[in-house]
């Protein structure tokens, strides 16, 4: 009975797992690697230590690299501090107003803060596209880490 009730919260944890990839309230590399661990301790899947260690990092490094990449690519394409914080309040503004407002709001956060710092539109374009492309950039990783896992998952699921 354990082993189905760890099943099923692996699922969940899968599942939202790939749903946090994309919803920045959610650590979803992190979630995809409990639900592996859960459905480790079960008679369905067995991973050996290696994968589960490689997968630990995969989901450690890509979470350090989603609060870097963002803030690299401001400064790249040429942002200063005040671009990179109106990407954070661009992104907690745009959580509010659903999938659409999570893309876009970094963007407009990013170009509204350099216009506070430069009044040049200009460069204050240029620095929203970086934070854009560095937000979109953290999602592929994210994506791609959590796609691994679920693969992995699945994997020892079918075998």
Do not use: N
């Amino acid at each position: 009975m354990l082993d189905y009730i760890l099943l099923i919260l692996s699922i969940i944890l899968m599942i939202l797992g790939i749903i946090g990839c994309l919803v920045p309230v959610l650590p979803g590399p992190p979630l995809s690697f409990l639900g592996i661990i859960l459905i480790h301790f079960t008679r369905f899947a067995q991973f050996s230590s290696s994968v589960i260690i490689t997968l630990a990092v995969i989901a450690i490094v890509v979470t350090i690299l989603d609060y870097i990449v963002p803030v690299w690519g401001t400064k790249k394409f040429g942002g200063s501090k005040y671009g990179t914080r109106g990407a954070t309040v661009g992104l907690i503004i745009g959580l509010f107003l659903g999938p659409v407002g999570i893309i876009v709001g970094p963007f407009i956060g990013a170009v509204v803060g350099e216009l506070i710092f430069k009044d040049d539109i200009k460069y204050a374009m240029k620095a929203g596209f970086g934070s854009l492309l560095g937000f979109l950039t953290g999602i592929g990783l994210k994506l791609a880490a959590s796609f691994v896992m679920t693969f992995y998952y699945v994997k020892e699921l079918v075998k």
